[in-house]
């Protein structure tokens, strides 16, 4: 973690997306992790489809943020399945806090997201049944690498 320094003085920070951070399985996606800020809630990282996306698949089950999202596309199709349209590469995605959607994600797809604050999965009524956050992302991130005997990288945490 960056010391008490240097978070009183913000430096410029570059990821090479290749060498300090890797693809993390999240259920049936990978993200990469590019920022994970514990004191604001921050997550910035790359969504990737897994190998068991199929048409029939939910890459991220019915879920509501407590904050707002953004989500740019990379690479390949994803969409909100409750909404009717499908983004693509070069399409840019704003979502208010509280907004209740599910994730698809299309064979090949990358979708760079920033999220700020938690995640709720929701039941079939509609309530909150599991939160994730920050802290979860950087707990998998962190379990990752000790399974695969690889290093935490600790400056992706601000």
């Known amino acids: 973690m960056p010391e008490a320094s240097n ?3 913000p430096e410029e920070i570059r990821i090479d997306g290749e060498k300090d951070t890797i ?3 999240w259920g049936n996606i990978h993200f990469k992790p590019l920022r994970l800020e514990p004191r604001t809630g921050l997550v910035v990282a790359i969504l990737k489809a897994g190998p068991d996306s199929s048409s029939n698949t939910e890459s991220v089950p019915k879920h509501r943020h407590r904050g707002p999202v953004t989500a740019f596309g990379l690479k390949g199709e994803f ?13 840019y ?7 209740v959607h599910t994730l698809f994600m ?5 979708v760079l997201v920033t999220v700020m604050g938690s995640i709720e999965y929701l039941n079939e009524e509609g309530e909150a049944a599991n939160t994730i ?5 950087m707990g998998l991130y962190r379990d990752f690498c000790e399974k695969e005997g690889l290093e935490f ?3 992706l945490i601000f």
Do not use: I, Q
């Not at 969409?79 to 399409?91: I, Q, V």
């Not at 995605?93 to 907004?99: D, I, N, P, Q, S």
């Open 133 to 137: 956050d920050v802290g979860t992302f």
């Open 153 to 155: 990288n600790e400056s």
């Open 106 to 110: 299309h064979p090949g797809a990358e």
């Open 7 to 9: 978070l009183a003085k």
């Open 23 to 25: 693809w993390v399985p």
């Open 79 to 91: 969409e909100y399945l409750e909404r009717g349209w499908k983004g693509k590469a070069g399409d």
């Open 93 to 99: 995605v704003v979502e208010g806090h509280g907004v």
